[in-house]
Antibody, heavy 121, light 108 residues
Framework: EVQLVQSGAEVKKPGESLKISCKAS????????IGWVRQMPGKGLEWMGL????????RYSPSFQGQVTMSVDKSKNTAYVQWSSLKASDTAMYYC??????????????WGQGTMVSVSS | DIVMTQSPATLSVSPGERATLSCRAS??????LAWYQQKPGQAPRLLIY???TRATGIPARFRGSGSGTEFTLTISSLQSEDFAVYYC??????????FGQGTRLEIK
């Protein structure tokens, strides 16, 4: 069974750094793109980017380029997204999701449970 | 960037009736389109990919159609568990792979 288990909720202050994680199991981690999606409170879904674990090829949405850094640790079957200096506007639920497993193209067929990030002074 | 526009923003339908949700792309995305369902407090769930292929375990009452720039998600005979927010997303000519703004399907 494919599972994506994300790290727990975070409460941070503006200017702090943060790295959240998404641990994958039940499939070949390096074979499928894994992506991140932001959902601000009461709002819709925003595609942040994709990373290919085999070679860490990363494609960012222009809206998130330079704002976040995506990475993977193949030895831990885990994907990460990190911020070097959080802003209040980063307050949101962040989901990881995989593409391609039993699904053609780049639709997100499996999702993590989400990590809530709250940034406030 | 390709802009995805969903309509209507909110759709009120009675249980047992049919719901028709629309998604329009600002340029052709061929059939590279997915539909997701999101219920309050839950992660999104993939319903349809490649515009018309149901994902594993999705009931046959969910039907996707369209290609190019115009797409439709039809839910026949609405069940109580179908009332949720629905998003379309393209995966053609990326990045980015943009989502529509969502359609809230509510009980009439």
């Amino acid at each position: 069974e494919v599972q994506l288990v994300q790290s727990g909720a975070e409460v941070k202050k503006p200017g702090e750094s943060l790295k959240i994680s998404c641990k994958a199991s039940g499939y070949s981690f390096t074979t499928y793109w894994i992506g991140w999606v932001r959902q601000m409170p009461g709002k819709g879904l925003e595609w942040m980017g994709l990373i290919y674990p085999a070679d860490s090829d990363t494609r960012y949405s222009p809206s998130f380029q330079g704002q976040v850094t995506m990475s993977v640790d193949k030895s831990k079957n885990t994907a990460y997204v990190q911020w070097s200096s959080l802003k209040a506007s980063d307050t949101a639920m962040y989901y990881c999701a995989t593409t391609g497993i039993g699904v053609a193209g780049l639709a997100f067929g499996n999702w993590g449970q989400g990590t809530m990030v709250s940034v406030s002074s | 960037d390709i802009v995805m526009t969903q309509s209507p923003a909110t759709l009120s339908v009675s249980p047992g009736e049919r719901a028709t949700l629309s998604c329009r792309a600002s340029q052709s995305v061929s059939s590279d389109l997915a539909w997701y369902q999101q219920k309050p407090g839950q992660a999104p769930r993939l319903l349809i990919y490649d515009a018309s292929t149901r994902a594993t375990g999705i009931p046959a009452r969910f039907r996707g159609s369209g290609s190019g720039t115009e797409f439709t998600l039809t839910i026949s005979s609405l069940q109580s568990e179908d009332f949720a927010v629905y998003y379309c997303q393209h995966y053609n000519n990326w990045p980015p792979l943009t989502f529509g703004q969502g359609t809230r399907l509510e009980i009439k």
